[in-house]
């Protein structure tokens, strides 16, 4: 039987390599050794009781109907539990309390120099950084951990660092991130694996006081480095992605930089699985109760979904002026005008812009007429909103790509997030257009053999159309700004973002290393297409990534997507991957030469 067995493992497994294959042999010679009967009682003599799944904090609505769900006893909820209008709260992550992994980061604010880079490539926004004034410490528990802020112009300031562990996947990203080292003990970083149990109850604590802390003034944070933004809230949180999941980072920092004032449309795929609303969702809200407003469409038609969206914003937006201008006489010429003309680039103005909104809707409730009552029904929208759309590259490359296109051609202010893992992540791993050459995936088992769609250039063949391609592992400030551009352009936006994903066949803790290698072997270019840089005649076109200093192969070669086929087919294997390695070096020639013409030789933006 054990012959048997092996033969098995050998067929399922020949194409993940010998040591995967000697991993499942190890298992099988182990097995006899750890036999052991297990008595079987003639009748029961537990009691089965089903405990809480949630915390006593949590809403009534968690408790009766979302806590069912997750015990699986979803059929047994009665209709007086739910909602009379079908809503579902939420921010319900935060009760799931998974404690899927036995260890933990642990911070080390000794060695710490708070750069905030654990906090940023975190997939389930685990950790978190706040600084404070030193008078919150006064009744802090006696194992919370803090340190001076490493900043000037904050007298008595501290900073902390707070890891949500229950929440925690163990991926090790953050510990592999970090650049800081103890001098006495190179094996010591700023953050370590350690095990839960033992600090689980006093961390429990700790996570109580953090939380209330209250989170930095929004207006007076510096959203253009990475250390700056960690210090946002993030509105995306303790998802159900995969451990190390290279997708949800970017929507991490959506939320944090727009997450109050943003909508979303999301296609189906894994983002609207880990994104989904039941039994929970990772979408949140702040203390005010703003935050995203989240849908998803069919796989097919996310693009026309979102455009809908960001019609729809607009129309509100035009009704609420329109009132507001009515009511001139009533609420003075120069406020209306003062609302009406009011800039929302930065963040400090929104912040400005939201607060004029409030005074207004104060001045509203005071005043009896239906034009007021009807301007007080849209008056948020006098803020402005950020609308993105938000899928994977089976969606933007292949299924949805003639909606997408449509998107951008109508100028609307519509942003686009594309996770772009190369190959169909939620399905099970099927190729896309985006799949490179010489990957192999199902439908491409003999290895891709056609090239990558260029979407970044198919988009800015428009000239109006503002596109980035970005690598938050390999350049985290570009991700960053990219995003800000993209935002604060007035036109469409496309982002096509790197995704490291389990279908690439690798221990994901080294998924920042391979974005890294992606960049540096010149797979995945990191360039800007800004049109505002067009109509001041500048070159709008900006190659963030220098030459390529690796060899495809060095890159590829990491992942199981491109190996395998060296061992089920190495003559093909060295065909593509020589193909691969010349595709590359002309799409190189191809943004050089773009990177180095004068603003003229790029389409004129309206």
Not at 361 to 389: I, T
Not at 441 to 468: E, H, R
Request: hydrophobic share 35%; aromatic share 8%; with cysteine.
């Amino acid at each position: 039987a054990i012959k048997e067995i092996k033969k098995a493992i050998e067929k399922t497994y020949y194409k993940k390599g010998q040591k995967v294959i000697d991993q499942n042999f190890k298992a099988v010679d182990a097995t006899l050794a750890h036999l052991y009967e297990v008595a079987i009682p003639k009748k029961v003599s537990a009691k089965n009781v089903d405990l809480l799944t949630v915390s006593e904090k949590a809403p009534a609505f968690v408790k009766e109907v979302t806590a069912m769900m997750m015990a699986g006893h979803g059929d047994d909820i009665p209709v007086s539990k739910m909602t009379v209008d079908g809503t579902y709260p939420s921010g319900t992550t935060q009760w799931e309390k998974r404690n899927i992994s036995d260890l933990v980061p642990v911070w080390e604010p000794d060695v710490c120099i708070q750069c905030g880079n654990c906090a940023y490539v975190c997939p389930h926004s685990v950790i978190r950084a706040k600084f404070y004034h030193k008078d919150y410490l006064k009744n802090s528990p006696d194992d919370f951990k803090s340190a001076p802020i490493n900043a000037r112009g904050f007298p008595e300031t501290q900073y902390s660092l707070q890891v949500y562990l229950e929440d925690c996947t163990g991926c090790n990203l953050c510990v592999e991130v970090c650049p800081a080292t103890d001098p006495h003990n190179r094996s010591r970083k700023a953050i370590n694996m350690g095990e839960k149990e033992p600090i689980l109850k006093k961390e429990q604590e700790n996570i109580d006081f953090f939380e209330n802390i209250p989170w930095n003034d929004r207006s007076k944070i510096d959203f253009s480095t990475v250390h700056g933004a960690q210090f946002l809230e993030p509105l995306f949180e303790f998802s159900g992605a995969c451990a190390g999941c290279g997708e949800t980072p970017y929507l991490k920092l959506l939320s944090q930089l727009f997450g109050d004032r943003l909508l979303v449309a999301n296609a189906t795929g894994c983002s609207s699985i880990y994104g989904g609303n039941l039994p929970t969702t990772p979408w949140a809200k702040n203390k005010d109760g703003r935050g995203p407003a989240w849908s998803n469409s069919l796989f097919e038609d996310n693009a026309e979904f979102g455009l809908g969206m960001r019609i729809t914003a607009d129309k509100q937006l035009d009704v609420a002026s329109s009132l507001l201008t009515e009511l001139k006489a009533e609420l003075g010429e120069e406020y209306v005008k003062e609302i009406l003309g009011a800039s929302q680039v930065l963040e400090s103005e929104i912040v400005v812009q939201r607060n004029r909104v409030e005074g207004l809707k104060e001045k509203l409730r005071g005043m009896n007429s239906p034009a007021a009552s009807h301007l007080l029904s849209v008056a948020d929208q006098l803020v402005r909103r950020s609308v993105w759309l938000v899928g994977g590259d089976g969606w933007a490359y292949d299924i949805g790509y003639g909606g997408l296109d449509h998107a951008l051609a109508s100028g609307r202010n519509v942003k686009v997030l594309v996770l772009d893992t190369e190959v169909y992540s939620n399905t099970g791993g099927q190729s896309s257009k985006s799949t490179p050459t010489a990957a192999t995936a199902k439908f491409a088992a003999g290895g891709k053999a056609g090239g990558k769609k260029d979407l970044a250039m198919q988009a800015i063949s428009y000239g109006n159309v503002y596109v980035a391609r970005v690598a938050f592992g390999a350049n985290p400030q570009q991700t960053l700004l990219a995003m800000r551009e993209a935002e604060a352009y007035d036109g469409p936006a496309l982002i096509l973002a790197y995704s490291h994903c389990i279908a690439h066949g690798y221990d994901l803790k080294d998924g920042l290393n391979q974005q890294n290698k992606a960049v540096a072997s010149g797979h995945w270019p990191l360039l800007r297409y800004n049109p505002s840089l067009r109509k001041k005649n500048q070159n709008p076109f900006i190659l963030d990534s220098p030459r390529p200093t690796m060899s495809l192969k060095d890159y590829a070669y990491n992942e199981l997507r491109y190996k395998v086929l060296t061992i089920t087919n190495p003559e093909a294997a060295d065909v593509l991957i020589k193909h691969a390695q010349e595709l590359v070096n002309l799409k190189w020639k191809t943004y050089e030469e773009l990177a180095t013409k004068a603003a003229s030789d790029f389409v004129p933006v309206a």
